[in-house]
């Protein structure tokens, strides 16, 4: 099976400017989480969407937002990109919610640097 | 109360000793304990998980010991390997929601 696909790799943006990142999970995966992983802060939860609905949402502003297709991909939007957005970004899927048994299985990550 | 912290953030264990990394958690409504493990350049990969109705569990050279009363749980590797130099994360969850550790970087020396 297929893990976790995350393009691009490697994004370099200007302050201002606005960035999608993608993700195809896990065939059969419906749950999708983002995260946020920066040095010292460890892995900060951005949203989950399930079958297409955002399931939860953490705390970054209305700047950060994501939706999930019919096909379970999922995109991440940043807008009005701020210096501090710099960071390596990661997607993970998952049969179910990970809290009920169905382990997470992270992407590879895009890191994405704001200059 | 949603925060997981973890202890410390850097440890160095020579081969074939044990590595203990520690959790403590505020929210008695956690009920599952994962750790992750994860090499540069890679996602972070599950490693071992638990529920609190047990205390501890163990898969080959991991183990996680579990506290429930003083909400602490903790992640040992036996017999440390340079190949288990990585960052290792704690997380709690409840409902759907999963809260992650700021991660322990462990290098084990050969």
């Known amino acids: 099976k297929a893990g976790v696909t995350q393009t691009p790799r490697y994004l370099i943006k200007t302050r201002g400017q606005q960035v999608t990142l993608s993700c195809s999970p896990i065939s059969g995966h419906r749950s999708v989480s983002w995260y946020q992983q920066t040095p010292g802060q460890g892995l900060q939860f951005l949203f989950e969407?399930?079958?297409?609905?955002?399931?939860n949402k953490g705390n970054f502003p209305g700047r950060f937002s994501g939706r999930q297709f019919s096909n379970s991909r999922s995109e991440m939007n940043v807008s009005t990109l701020e210096l501090g957005d710099s960071a390596l970004y990661l997607c993970?899927?998952?049969?179910?919610?990970?809290?009920?048994?169905?382990?997470?299985?992270f992407g590879n990550g895009t890191r994405l640097t704001v200059t | 109360q949603q925060q997981v912290k973890q202890s410390p953030q850097s440890l160095i264990v020579q081969k074939g000793g044990i590595s203990i990394i520690n959790c403590a958690y505020e929210n008695t409504a956690f009920d599952y304990f994962p750790w992750y493990q994860q090499f540069p350049g890679k996602g972070p990969a599950l490693l071992i998980a638990i529920r609190p109705d047990v205390s501890e569990k163990k898969e080959g050279r991991f183990t996680i010991s579990f506290n429930k009363s003083a909400k602490q749980f903790s992640l040992h590797i036996m017999d440390s390997q340079p190949g288990d130099s990585a960052t290792y994360f704690c997380?709690?969850?409840?409902?759907?929601?999963?809260?992650f550790g700021a991660g322990t970087i462990l290098r084990v020396k050969s």
């Open positions: 993970a899927s998952s049969l179910d919610s990970a809290t009920r048994g169905s382990p997470l299985h």
């Open positions: 969407y399930f079958s297409e609905t955002q399931r």
């Open positions: 997380a709690a969850g409840y409902g759907n929601k999963l809260v």
